[in-house]
């Protein structure tokens, strides 16, 4: 996601006082895209997922998120999911990245080990629906992707939908969502 940043721009006219830019005046939006913020987004992958990590990794940045790779950075079929999930999942549930995206073989196990960090929201994502509405309604914030189950290109369009899509923030949903928390007290 990018964050568009509106802002004002203004001229010192010959009485030194601050009046808006003459192309703003006529053209109100023209500079809203100056200011981009890019939204940070955390991946990890074990042995099962590194051949996905690396397609929707530069995926992510040819979308202008800014990535920020947890490993695994070599193919390593010795390796195990928690060990890249685990940072990951601590790093979203702190808020140094805002969304997370985990692969393992098959999404399981990179979904079970990331819900047992307070805070994180994760599921297994194998469907377009899915990937919005657990969004919209439960507020995931952590994608697993299973690399040996799902194509690169319905990876790319679930990792897409995810990252574009928003929690609604409804009245059933926050209260749902208090009970989940309540239970991670
Ligand atoms: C690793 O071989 C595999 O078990 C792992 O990537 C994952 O599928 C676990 O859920």
């Known amino acids: 996601m990018r964050i568009y940043v509106y802002s004002k721009v203004y001229v010192v006219n010959k009485n030194f006082k601050l009046r808006p830019h003459p192309l703003q005046v006529f053209f109100p939006l023209i500079l809203v895209n100056l200011y981009t913020i890019n939204m940070k987004i955390g991946i990890a992958a074990d042995h ?14 040819s979308l202008n998120y800014e990535v920020i790779d947890f490993g695994a950075y070599e193919q390593n079929n010795l390796d195990d999911y928690p060990d890249y999930v685990i940072p990951l999942s601590k790093a979203v549930a702190s808020k140094q990245v805002e969304r997370g995206i985990a692969i393992c073989g098959s999404g399981v196990g990179a979904a079970i080990v990331a819900n047992k960090i307070r805070g994180v929201r994760a599921s297994l994502i194998n469907d377009h629906f899915s990937a919005h509405q657990g969004v919209e309604d439960d507020d995931m914030n952590i994608l697993c992707l299973g690399g040996r189950i ?25 209260r749902r969502l208090n009970k989940i928390i ?3 007290k």
Not at 48 to 61: A, M, S
Not at 155 to 173: D, H, I, M, P, Q
């Open 48 to 61: 099962g997922g590194f051949e996905l990590k690396q397609i929707i990794q530069p995926f992510l940045l």
């Open 150 to 174: 799902t194509g690169f290109a319905a990876a790319k369009e679930f990792v897409k939908t995810f990252l574009e899509s928003r929690f609604s923030g409804g009245e059933k949903y926050v």
């Open 182 to 184: 309540d239970l991670e």
